[in-house]
């Protein structure tokens, strides 16, 4: 509902305005019913409220902006579902919707759910479950591309990580001689721009010989690179990759013995 409301405001409002939602607890009397043509019972309702400032709309459009198909937009620019997709979630809801418009007066439309008086009952407490693949320890994640590095990042932080992100070779190993990092693990891409990740794992384990090393590429070729060129025991994460298969191998790598990973 929220969408479908917020981009008919949006529409509404080519050379920009304001938009305002709201909430509010009100009490639906026999005289505010009918002031609005709500088919409602009198009594306690949540109240929804979305107002813009844009073109607004006449009579004949008012009468007509619920029904299906019905758009006043550009052929291309809008199906006619929108309001029509609102009103039938409300109306299963139990609820209803007023709408108040006027050309160049903007449009504000009311939404009105039942409410309900029933206490919530108390909540078993969470029992706090520590995940196998959690961890704390601090992990140096280089990925040249960007959503994939923010959201490898945020996997693994939320398992309890401590990670910096750099987006190439040279970041990391600014990161490992003057910002003091010391990292238990380097989760490196295979082929950047610039330093490789192979050639940065040689260097930053020159600086810190304890580092594991995990390998992550969409490329099958990169994996006889690693392993051809490179150590054999180090591991490569397959792109496109889950956060559960992320946090595993990143446990298996921190896990093994330093003699088995490279």
Do not use: C
Not at 131 to 141: I, Q, R, W, Y
Not at 151 to 165: C, D, H, K, Q, S
Not at 240 to 259: C, K, M, N, Q
């Amino acid at each position: 509902m929220l969408v479908n409301l917020a981009l008919n405001a949006r529409d509404a409002m080519p050379d920009g305005g304001e938009l305002m939602i709201e909430t509010s607890n009100v009490t639906l009397t026999e005289p505010r019913l009918r002031a609005e043509g709500l088919g409602l019972r009198p009594g306690f309702y949540v109240m929804l409220s979305i107002v813009d400032s844009g073109i607004g709309m006449d009579e004949a459009t008012r009468e007509r902006a619920f029904e299906p198909f019905f758009t006043t937009k550009p052929l291309g620019k809008g199906t006619g579902l929108g309001l029509a997709t609102v009103y039938g979630i409300v109306d299963q809801s139990g609820g209803a919707v007023s709408l108040e418009s006027g050309p160049g007066l903007g449009t504000l439309v009311r939404i009105y759910l039942p409410a309900t008086t029933a206490i919530e009952p108390p909540r078993a407490p969470e029992v706090q479950r520590i995940s196998k693949d959690a961890g704390t320890e601090t992990v140096l994640l280089v990925e040249d591309n960007e959503a994939v590095r923010d959201l490898t990042a945020r996997a693994l932080r939320r398992r309890g990580y401590t990670v910096y992100e750099a987006r190439d070779g040279e970041g990391a190993l600014h990161w490992m001689q003057t910002g003091g990092v010391r990292p238990h693990l380097l989760l490196t891409d295979v082929v950047m721009p610039g330093l490789s990740g192979p050639n940065l794992a040689a260097r930053l384990i020159q600086l810190n010989p304890s580092l594991r090393v995990l390998y992550m590429s969409g490329y099958t070729d990169d994996v006889a690179a690693v392993h051809g060129n490179f150590w054999a025991g180090v591991p490569l994460l397959q792109k496109p990759f889950t956060p559960a298969a992320l946090a595993e191998r990143v446990r298996l790598a921190l896990d093994a013995p330093i003699g088995e990973i490279r």
